[in-house]
């Protein structure tokens, strides 16, 4: 199974906010920028997080995104499935099918749709922030600087 780039560009959303945020709000910008994703596209992909009741938006100076819940309480399935929908129903339905098959196993994707699912569920925010500091990802040590003039 391969994650859209939507799911990935979320799943990278909200890592950073967990990682680099420290409870505080992040700008998209700033959010883009680390991740590497285009600022219009995550905009969008953190609106759908924050329908979910996963982010929070703060408006104004200083303003940005800030995680609705603690990082150990959001999965990674609940990225996935705010930007996606129910991703266990797409994976269920299989491969679009170029033909019909009477011998084709279409009874084995719900099967495999719970598994990535349960794996999925199981993994958490603080759970890839854990990895990502014992593999040595540098944190954020501040918000970048923004001239104006």
């Not at 938006?57 to 940005?64: E, S, Y």
């Not at 009477?102 to 603080?126: I, K």
């Amino acid at each position: 199974m391969r994650l859209s780039q939507k799911a990935q560009y979320a799943i990278c959303g909200c890592f950073d906010l967990a990682y680099h945020g420290g409870g505080e709000p992040v700008q998209v910008r700033v959010v883009g920028e680390r991740q590497g994703i285009p600022e219009r596209y995550l905009e969008q992909i953190f609106q759908s997080l924050r329908r979910a009741r996963l982010v929070r938006g703060k408006r104004g100076p200083g303003g940005g995104y800030v995680l609705a819940r603690p990082a150990a309480e959001i999965s990674v399935s609940d990225v996935v499935e705010a930007v996606e929908g129910p991703f266990a129903a797409v994976l269920a339905a299989g491969p679009p099918a170029r033909r019909e098959a009477p011998g084709r196993p279409t009874f084995a994707f719900a099967q495999l749709a719970a598994g990535v699912e349960e794996v999925l569920a199981g993994l958490d925010l603080e759970s890839l922030c854990r990895v990502a500091a014992r593999q040595g990802v540098p944190r954020a040590t501040g918000e970048a600087v923004t001239y104006q003039i």
